[in-house]
């Protein structure tokens, strides 16, 4: 069974652009949720989504945004790129409605600000 | 803010050791997960463990959680060089939608052959 896959694997883009990031979750999995991970910060949560629908935020500014798709692909938008914005940003799946089951993580996406 | 909190925050242990990761958090939980990490790469899930559970056994890994501390701890036995990388632990944060995990910033293992 494929992984979880995220592409690009690396990104380098310069302030004020907007991006789009991709997750393609295990078959079958239809909850996607989506973490930025930084040195100083560590890992945080931004959103998660089941069946298209957005069930949970982090403490984000409103330029992040995300969706999903019916085939369970997501894909999260950074608008109006900062230097802070640079980031590992991670995309898990998991089965069912629950939160207490194992996340499968991909790699994700290696953002650079410039 | 983070829930978990992990100490320490660096181990560094010869191959063959056990190695000793803590995990601190705030609220109340449904269940504490372990997770590892490879340098640049996504989190692998290790042991889901429960509220209602005190121990829980994966080869050689141990996870205990005290809920009345509010702790964890994950215990790697006969350690080895591959088990080099961060561990994290995370908290459904014990509501009743939760649909996120909050994690700690880690502790950093590096196991020296």
């Known amino acids: 069974k494929a992984g979880v896959t995220q592409t690009p694997r690396y990104l380098i883009k310069t302030r004020g652009q907007q991006v789009t990031l991709s997750c393609s979750p295990i078959?079958?999995?239809?909850?996607v949720s989506w973490y930025q991970q930084t040195p100083g910060q560590g890992l945080q949560f931004l959103f998660e989504?089941?069946?298209?629908?957005?069930?949970n935020k982090g403490n984000f500014p409103g330029r992040f945004s995300g969706r999903q798709f019916s085939n369970s692909r997501s894909e999260m938008n950074v608008s109006t790129l900062e230097l802070g914005d640079s980031a590992l940003y991670l995309c898990?799946?998991?089965?069912?409605?629950?939160?207490?089951?194992?996340?499968?993580f991909g790699d994700g996406t290696r953002l650079s600000i410039l | 803010s983070q829930q978990g909190e992990e100490d320490p925050q660096a181990l560094s242990i010869q191959e063959g050791e056990n190695a000793t990761m803590n995990c601190s958090y705030k609220?109340?939980?449904?269940?504490l997960q372990w997770y590892r990490q490879n340098s640049g790469r996504g989190l692998v899930h290790l042991i889901l463990?429960?509220?209602?559970?005190r121990e829980k056994h994966s080869g050689r890994l141990r996870v205990t959680l005290d809920t009345s501390k509010k702790s964890s701890s994950l215990l790697i036995t006969a350690s080895r060089a591959a088990d080099t990388a961060s561990y994290f632990c995370?908290?459904?944060?014990?509501?009743?939608?939760?649909?996120?995990?909050?994690f700690g910033k880690g502790t950093l293992l590096t196991v020296n052959p």
């Open positions: 463990i429960r509220s209602n559970e």
């Open positions: 609220t109340s939980i449904n269940n």
């Open positions: 078959s079958g999995h239809r909850s």
């Open positions: 898990a799946s998991s089965l069912g409605t629950l939160i207490d089951q194992p996340q499968h």
């Open positions: 995370a908290t459904d944060g014990g509501g009743g939608s939760n649909y996120k995990l909050t």
């Open positions: 989504y089941f069946s298209e629908t957005q069930r």
